[in-house]
């Protein structure tokens, strides 16, 4: 079947440290793959995506790149500030099927100053 | 447009009372999905709606929960009887179809059992 499967949080990390999130993937032909972002007690909303293999969403300095070799989808972000503090859902809509958004389990980050 | 509203905001009930959480979409957009949050088991899709019919509630808990979507622009989750374990922030999204269109989700609806 189709899922998503995000690292474990919660991420620590000081202001202007490098981010890593990972997410991989499994799903059959070539899914569109996103980032959501929670801020607290928001609903979530679209950080980036990517619709085909090698493509590269970005947006608020986060980047992500459709990796069909390794089904990987992996968020990062070279200098990360405290208001990046927020749960990150790595998120799937399955190829043949544009309806259903399946989401990873969602990792927390924590930015101190 | 002012986006996904969803009400209420906050729910404290007592077990065993009925629960109605309610949703208005975004004007035009074709798809509807009711998720819930838990930090046991993260975001789950509980039921979606196309053009205003129910297309997969395999997400549904059990027979205590239902949704409907009497027209395009509102749609009701309902819980009858609630139980303590329904706990959890209740989301609404909607979108256009699409395989590379994003959802959009409203602030969700926080039910706290008693």
């Known amino acids: 079947g189709n899922s998503v499967t995000q690292m474990e949080g919660p991420v620590t990390l000081s202001e202007e440290a490098f981010l890593t999130i990972n997410c991989t993937y499994t799903?059959?032909?070539?899914?569109?793959l996103f980032w959501y972002v929670q801020y607290p007690g928001e609903g979530l909303q679209l950080l980036l995506k990517?619709?085909?293999?090698?493509d590269k969403g970005s947006n608020k300095g986060f980047e992500a790149t459709y990796r069909k070799e390794t089904t990987s989808f992996h968020l990062e972000k070279g200098s990360v500030q405290v208001s990046d503090s927020a749960v990150y859902f790595c998120?799937?809509?399955?190829?043949?099927?544009?309806?259903?958004?399946?989401f990873g389990t969602g990792t927390r980050l924590q930015v101190f100053p | 447009d002012a986006g996904v509203i969803q009400s209420p905001r906050h729910e404290v009930t007592e077990m065993g009372q009925e629960v109605t959480l309610r949703c208005k979409p975004i004007?035009?957009?074709?798809?509807l999905f009711w998720y819930r949050q838990t930090m046991m088991r993260g975001l789950e899709l509980l039921i979606y709606?196309?053009?205003?019919?129910?297309?997969?509630d395999s997400g549904m808990p059990e027979d205590r929960f239902s949704a409907k979507m009497p027209n395009a622009s509102f749609s009701t989750l309902k819980i009858q009887p609630s139980e303590p374990r329904d706990s959890a922030v209740y989301f609404c999204?909607?979108?256009?179809?699409?395989?590379?269109?994003?959802?959009?989700f409203g602030q969700g609806t926080r039910l706290t059992v008693v």
């Open positions: 999204a909607s979108k256009t179809g699409g395989a590379r269109t994003e959802a959009f």
């Open positions: 799903a059959t032909g070539y899914p569109s």
């Open positions: 990517a619709t085909k293999a090698d």
């Open positions: 998120a799937l809509t399955p190829w043949g099927n544009t309806d259903k958004l399946i």
């Open positions: 004007s035009g957009h074709d798809y």
């Open positions: 709606f196309n053009n205003n019919v129910p297309i997969d």
